[in-house]
Structure formats: structure tokens, C-alpha cells
């Protein structure tokens, strides 16, 4: 007596075919010969790349079609399709599938349909379907379409006649619409944006993006504002194995100013690979007028903009050696309430470098220049520079000197006919000597283990006096004082001006490092600057009488994973007052979860247009989840000015497979003018975002931000339900 086929160890048979080795098998299996097989009960057809479950299966071994029913399931790579009825062909993969359920790996979206057609390799036809990437049980929102082709190889999926419905109620229909299947590129309409300023009224921007080639592309965006009219957008991108580049172009008619505005941009890189170490760049950039960023742009970092750089050059390394030569002019945008000189055109710069070369135990190094600085308003002048210098260094196990010497050696050609002499010549020695110590200890501070280290170092420089007042400040400017300012020859940026010096640098730095992995936990310096002689050479500031700097200090901690904080502090001894105060502390416990606050302060500052002024500013910036939702908001405020910077609010809803997010931003755009804007945008996971795009917005105004949607600020591990085990 036969035993109940349920019971019976499960039968397996092993077909090879011209394409690839196949496995079957079933609680019963029978057929003829190599023509054909059946199986039934538990059947499973397996090869290299597909799975196949079903309660009765069939398999014609000449065609490679296979014909499954009852609970049958198709699975490929990280895809799977499930449904009653099934057949399908192997060899030309055409086939259907009955009423079936389908699941999407790639993004992890799923859906059912009336029937799917197999129209051939990773092609597929979806008769009045329905899709979503909501999590099973949850339809939230979905797609219905009466139509849908998924094409698998390019990850893009058409919809014909398509509705989107969120929470039961229709919300968008479209006759045609383009998706992707994963993250890859491709052409289409992108989703439109909509938005409202004060400056520009309400406004929708459409782009369609153009997937030319794997390694360029374009986008064109019409931008329609009612307060400002249409304006057309277009950018195109490309990248080859030597080449890499940008050009923008921004054109917009303005009914408010009733003239014609326009932007354009092109970035371009190029390693020219016959020679090799050659390289070329190009940054050239033009805007129609003054306003044009404070009218058109919701970026502080934009609207701040006052130089835009119109430069091209060509740059040559080889060993130690390495060369510069460009043409550099500018667009200066001027502010009515606060103009500013423009900055001297290059035409041209040659740069010349030669990194420290050792012989004979000395390291020699080098720089030179050649510059004609040209500006219509201003004093035009040829600049030579040159400057070698030599060095020495001796170290230890705990200690360190180096002795630096050079020659700092400059020729001018002045355009101007009221200076008594047009051709001056400056040569500078300058000397240097730096020396450190580092000491190491173990040490236990809040219950802690650490490596404690006392890194006291001194730094002597000699600069003689020369009289400089009569050479003009092309492009040199006062550096800032700053911890590493302290460590530097000249005290200022550039080669019009070299400071005269005697002069020692103390400083000490200690620092805790976390003794399994060697990461600084904190970090805290202290220095002082002391001179031997008056300042005798300015640019613009006075001249320094006092004996000694500003003591600075500086700290950086990170004394846990989720607190960090650094600060500045300078003051000034012998007045005693403050001169500057910097402070920041940021506290992210997790991903989603920060909240950032500074302060900063500087007792005088000196503006593009020469005025000295205060600073003092607070700023507050975090993201916390309440629930599902999660608020944003950054308070950027002058207490000076007594005014808003720059203010933001927000709120995002996370609703799993979809999220809504509204932010509300105050700009101050120029001196005397404000922007205020609202974006509001509907995500649906995996299918499109409606709105307005605040997330550049908070990415830059709040340090650490993540969208509640971002990957990292999700559970591991969700998109493992989308995936039964097989």
C-alpha cells in the first residue's frame, strides 16, 4: 500500500538544458522523458535565477514553458509576484499572470492587478493595477492606473490613465506618468514645485529632467511667478574620464522691473592627459543686475553674494614643483545702502610653487609670482614676487625645532602719475624658529579613562622694518587673529604688505584622548603673543603700542556621542575687554534628534566697505520627533541690528510611506530689504514629492538635520516584511 503522497519524501529531478541546469521538485512527480513534467503538491522550480512555488506545476522541457496553479509565486532576485494562475516562457519570457499580487524590491513598493502580462525580457504589462510603497495592511496611498509597463531593466514604470488616492480620497489624476523604480536617473517631468514669497508671489516651477547619456544630462524649468512673470531655467551637466563641467542659463522677462533678467554660469574642469600633471578650469559667471540674487533666490549663502568670479587657468604640477596662470575679473553686485570698492582684476597671475625639496640636510622651498592688477577707479600696477626660503628641523621622541629663514623679495610697476616713484623695489628678510613639546600621562576625568597630553610651544619670528606706505593694497588684507594666526610669519594675507616683527609666541594645548581608539575627546589651548618692538607697518589699522596680544583660548569637546561644543574667547589684557567670544554646543542623541545654539560676538569688525562695526549674534537651530511629527526651526538674530537674519519653522509628518512637511522662512536679503517665503511639500515615498522643496532649506539652516523619510532615521530592518522567506 502506497503511503499518502504528503507523507512521502519529497521527489526531486534535475533537467539540464542548453541554457542552464534547472531543479524541481514536489511532494509527487511524473512525466515523459525529457518532453515534459508535472508536479504537484508543494512544487518548487528553482534555477540561477528564478524561484517558482505553486500547489500544481507543469514544465514542458522543449518549449521552457512552465504553467503553475494554486498559490503560485514567481520570485527573482529581491521581486516577487504572487497569484492562482501562471504561465510563462522561459526561453522568450512571455507569459500572464492571474490576478496577482506583486511586490517591487528595489524600493520596496508593492501592488495588485486584474492580470500581468509578460512581454519579454524584464518587460511587463499591469491591467488595471493598483500601487503603493506602503507597508502590507496600510494603504495610506496608491496608485490606480488602468494601465501600467514596467520596464525593469531601466527601473522605470508608466502609468496610463492614473489616479493617485490618499486616504480614500482622489488627490491627482494624470493621463500619463513616469516614475522610476529605484534612485536611477531618467528622463521626465520632474514634480512641479509651488510655492509664495512676499518678493515674488505665488510661483511653480515644472522641470523636465533629460537623461541624455550615463555621464551627461539636462534639465529645463520653467519657473512661472505672478509678481514676476515666466522664467525659463537650463542646466547641463557632464562628466568624462578627463573632463568634468556645468553651464546654467536663467532668462526672465520681469513685469515688476519691466527689464530683461538673466543669470548664467559655466564650471569646467579638464586634466589633459597628454601631458600629464596639465590641467584647465573655467568659473565664469554674470547676472543682469545688482538685485538679481536678492530679488530671485532663497539662499542666504546667494543672496550674500557680492563678487562673482570670471576666471580661466591653467595649472601644472610635476614632483615638488607646481604652476599657476590665470585671467581673474569679477561682477561686484553692488547694495545701494552699503557699496563697496570692487576687489583688482588679475590679467594675468602666474603662480609659481616649489614644495620643501631636502639636500644636504636643509629644506628649501619656494614662491613666486607675476601679477598685473588692473581696476578702472583705482591705481594699476605689474607686481614681481619672489621668495625662497630654507629650513631645518630636529626632532625627538618628545620634542621639536625648526629653524626657517627666506628672502621675501618684491618689484612694483605703478600706473600712477602723482607718485614720486612708480617703480619700487622691497626685499625682506624674515626669520623663524618654532619649537614644541609633548608630555603624556594617563588620566581619569568623570569616571573616565583618558591619555592626557601638555603640548607647550613657543614661536619667535624677526621681520625688519621697511617702509611700505607708499605701495598701494592690491589684494592684501588683514588676517584674522586666530589660534593658528599666532603661528604665522605675516600678519597679513598677501604680499603688499610685510609686517614688521620681533616677536614670541607661547602657547600650550592639552589635549584627552580616548586610549582604545585614539579619538580626541577634548581639546584645550591657551596663547599669548609678546613684542619686543612697536608696530611700525600698517595697512588700515592702527598702529600697535602694547607689549602683548590678546590671549586667546580655544576648546573643542566631544565628551560624549551625543554632546559637542567648541568655543573662542579672546581678550584683551591690558584694556581689559573682550575682543571676541565664540560659543557653540550641539546635542544629538540620535539620528533626526539635534538641537544646536550659538553665540557669537566680535567687539569691531571691519566691513567690505572699510566701516568698523559690532558683531554679536545669537543663533538657535534643532529638529526634534513629537510622535510622527517632527519640528525644525533655526533663529538667526542680530543684537545689534535688534533684527532677524534669518528665521525658520517647520514641522514635518512622517506617515510612514508618506511625509508632509510646511516651513515658513524670513530672509534679510540685503541691508535694507527682507524676503519671506513658504514651502509646502506632499511626499509619497518612492513616487513623488508635490510642493515647494524646503529641504535644501533645512539641510543648510540646521547643522545635523535628516527628513524624517532619510533611511538612517528609520528601524532596520523594515523592508525585511515586503519579503517572505523562501
Known amino acids: 500500500m502506497l503511503e499518502p503522497p504528503a507523507l512521502k519524501p519529497p521527489q526531486t529531478i534535475n533537467l539540464s538544458t542548453d541554457r542552464e541546469a534547472i531543479f524541481l521538485r514536489a511532494d509527487r512527480l511524473e512525466g515523459t522523458g525529457q518532453k515534459w513534467i508535472e508536479a504537484s503538491g508543494n512544487a518548487e522550480l528553482r534555477t540561477r535565477r528564478q524561484t517558482v512555488l505553486a500547489d500544481w506545476l507543469r514544465y514542458d522541457v522543449e518549449t521552457e514553458e512552465m504553467w503553475g496553479k494554486g498559490n503560485v509565486t514567481i520570485r527573482r532576485g529581491i521581486d516577487w509576484i504572487t497569484g492562482p494562475e501562471a504561465k510563462f516562457n522561459r526561453n522568450t519570457e512571455i507569459g500572464f499572470f492571474t490576478t496577482p499580487e506583486f511586490h517591487v524590491g528595489e524600493n520596496a513598493s508593492r501592488g495588485t492587478a486584474k492580470e500581468i502580462l509578460f512581454k519579454g525580457p524584464d518587460l511587463y504589462e499591469i491591467k488595471d493595477a493598483s500601487y503603493t510603497t506602503c507597508m502590507a495592511g496600510n494603504d495610506d496611498w496608491y496608485l490606480r492606473s488602468a494601465d501600467v509597463d514596467l520596464d525593469r531593466s531601466r527601473l522605470v514604470g508608466t502609468a496610463r490613465d492614473a489616479t493617485i488616492y490618499f486616504k480614500g480620497a482622489p488627490i491627482l489624476y494624470s493621463p500619463y506618468l513616469s516614475f522610476p523604480l529605484s534612485n536611477e536617473r531618467k528622463s521626465g517631468f520632474l514634480t512641479p514645485v509651488f510655492g509664495s514669497t512676499s518678493s515674488r508671489g505665488l510661483e511653480v516651477l515644472v522641470p523636465y529632467y533629460l537623461n541624455l547619456a550615463p555621464n551627461y544630462d539636462a534639465t529645463l524649468t520653467p519657473r512661472v511667478m505672478t509678481r514676476r512673470g515666466l522664467q525659463l531655467n537650463g542646466q547641463f551637466r557632464y562628466l568624462f574620464p578627463d573632463i568634468a563641467g556645468e553651464t546654467d542659463v536663467e532668462f526672465l522677462p520681469d513685469s515688476t522691473t519691466h527689464t530683461n533678467r538673466y543669470a548664467l554660469s559655466w564650471k569646467h574642469n579638464e586634466a589633459f592627459s597628454a601631458v600629464p600633471g596639465l590641467a584647465g578650469y573655467l568659473n565664469l559667471q554674470k547676472v543682469s543686475d545688482d538685485a538679481y540674487f536678492t530679488d530671485l533666490s532663497d539662499r542666504l549663502a546667494i543672496t550674500s553674494q557680492t563678487n562673482l568670479p570670471r576666471e580661466g587657468g591653467i595649472a601644472y604640477s610635476r614632483g615638488p614643483f607646481s604652476m599657476l596662470a590665470r585671467m581673474q575679473t569679477f561682477q561686484t553686485l553692488q547694495d545701494p545702502n552699503n557699496p563697496i570698492t570692487p576687489p583688482y582684476f588679475r590679467e594675468p597671475q602666474l603662480l609659481l610653487n616649489m614644495d620643501s625639496v631636502e639636500w644636504a640636510g636643509l629644506d628649501f622651498a619656494g614662491t613666486g609670482e607675476y601679477v598685473r592688477f588692473r581696476q578702472p577707479a583705482l591705481i594699476n600696477a605689474n607686481r614681481l614676487m619672489l621668495y625662497p626660503t630654507v629650513s631645518q628641523t630636529r626632532r625627538g621622541n618628545a620634542w621639536f625645532i625648526t629653524g626657517r629663514a627666506g628672502l621675501h623679495m618684491t618689484h612694483y610697476d605703478l600706473e600712477d602719475s602723482t607718485a614720486a616713484d612708480t617703480h619700487i623695489n622691497r626685499v625682506v628678510p624674515i626669520v623663524s624658529v618654532d619649537s614644541g613639546l609633548v608630555f603624556e600621562r594617563d588620566a581619569n576625568f568623570f569616571g573616565r579613562a583618558f591619555v592626557q597630553t601638555l603640548e607647550p610651544r613657543a614661536y619667535y619670528v624677526y621681520i625688519p622694518f621697511r617702509q611700505q606706505s ?185 506617515g510612514g510611506c508618506w511625509a508632509f512637511r510646511i516651513v515658513g522662512q524670513r530672509l534679510t536679503t540685503a541691508t535694507q530689504q527682507a524676503s519671506s517665503s513658504v514651502f509646502a511639500q506632499f511626499e509619497l515615498n518612492g513616487l513623488a514629492r508635490l510642493g515647494t522643496n524646503p529641504i535644501d532649506v533645512l539641510r543648510r539652516s540646521v547643522p545635523g538635520y535628516l527628513t524624517v523619510t532619510d533611511p538612517s532615521a528609520q528601524p532596520a530592518g523594515a523592508a525585511a516584511e515586503y519579503f517572505p522567506g523562501f
Open 470 to 654: 607708499q605701495i598701494p593694497a592690491f589684494d592684501t588684507a588683514i588676517d584674522d587673529f586666530n589660534f593658528s594666526q599666532l603661528f604665522t610669519e605675516n600678519r597679513y594675507l598677501g604680499s603688499d604688505r610685510i609686517g614688521d616683527a620681533n616677536q614670541i609666541t607661547v602657547a600650550a594645548t592639552s589635549r584627552l584622548l580616548d586610549p582604545v581608539s585614539g579619538e580626541e575627546r577634548l581639546r584645550v589651548a591657551l596663547g599669548q603673543r609678546y613684542y619686543f618692538e612697536n608696530q611700525r607697518v600698517t595697512l588700515t589699522e592702527a598702529p600697535r603700542t602694547a607689549n602683548t596680544s590678546d590671549v586667546l583660548l580655544t576648546a573643542e569637546s566631544k565628551l560624549s556621542d551625543f554632546w559637542t561644543a567648541s568655543g573662542t574667547y579672546e581678550v584683551n589684557v591690558n584694556q581689559k575687554q573682550t575682543q571676541e567670544l565664540d560659543l557653540g554646543v550641539r546635542w544629538q542623541p540620535a539620528a533626526g534628534k539635534v538641537l544646536n545654539a550659538s553665540y557669537r560676538y566680535i567687539r569691531q569688525q571691519v566691513d567690505p566697505s572699510g566701516n568698523i562695526t559690532q558683531l554679536k549674534q545669537v543663533d538657535f537651530s534643532g529638529q526634534w520627533p513629537i510622535g510622527n511629527w517632527s519640528l525644525i526651526g533655526r533663529w538667526n538674530y542680530s543684537l545689534v541690528d535688534g533684527k532677524t537674519l534669518e528665521g525658520v519653522l517647520g514641522v514635518e509628518y512622517n
